[in-house]
């Protein structure tokens, strides 16, 4: 498999292809269910909720496993087991669901005999330009005031970056799965709640621009930018992949992604 800021580059444009060539129709949600579940702290989109062209998921789940697989004569077997959870399209919406909704992949991954993180990376990359431009059309439903949840308000996934507002420091998360943006306190660890802040820290790095919150009470870690620090525009998705050196440090340092 090809280092990992390789591998990005290389899904990028499989990404972004299938956001400018998909038409993604709108989530099946009756107007008066959003306001509902954001008041009762529910994400905006259960699994039901997306309308997904399974024959679009499917051929980019398979572009995403011949990206994954071409240079790594070890995972022929393993390129073949997920082709074929592809290739059937109630199983591949089976373990769509299952991914989605939290559920463990190693029974589907064992009779496939493929690798769960493997599963779950194919997954999750083909995902993301569906969930990222539902992301885009429901997050300015959201009031960020009343959210600060340390789930996203729209998919409910966990947030794996972090980054610091330009404008007054303000600490807002990004979610893993779907790119989603939201504000968050400034003292609390963003995956088990703790306030606590003599056990709450971060470390930064020579010119002040990026930070490594973490935890002693859950021992996790999340990594951030301070746009502050930052004179042009950034990607935060290729900032996740830049910063992989500070997730090496991190689990040096004994502490473990909260996702």
Known sequence: MPDFIELFRRLVPIQSEARSSFTIPEPSLAEDTIPHRLAEGIPLLSFNDLRLDWAQVANLVQ???LLLTKDSSDLIKEAQGLSNIAC????????????YEGSSLSVIAAEYHVDGGLLALVIGTALRPFLSAYSEMLLPLVSQ???????????????????????NGARW???SRCDAQWLFQRLECPYCGNRNQSSLAYFTDDEGRYRLYVCEECRSYIKAIDLRRTESEVSLP??????????????????????
């Open 173 to 175: 998360l990004v979610c």
């Open 88 to 99: 059937n399209v109630s199983h591949l919406e089976g373990v769509v669901r299952a991914w």
């Open 145 to 167: 005031e009343s959210w600060r949840r340390k789930y996203c308000p729209i998919c409910g996934g966990k947030p794996d970056f972090a980054f610091l507002a330009k404008q």
């Open 63 to 65: 572009k995403v496993i």
């Open 238 to 259: 290729m900032e996740r992949i830049l910063t992989l050196d500070m997730d090496r440090q991190a689990r040096d340092a004994g502490y473990d992604s909260g996702i």
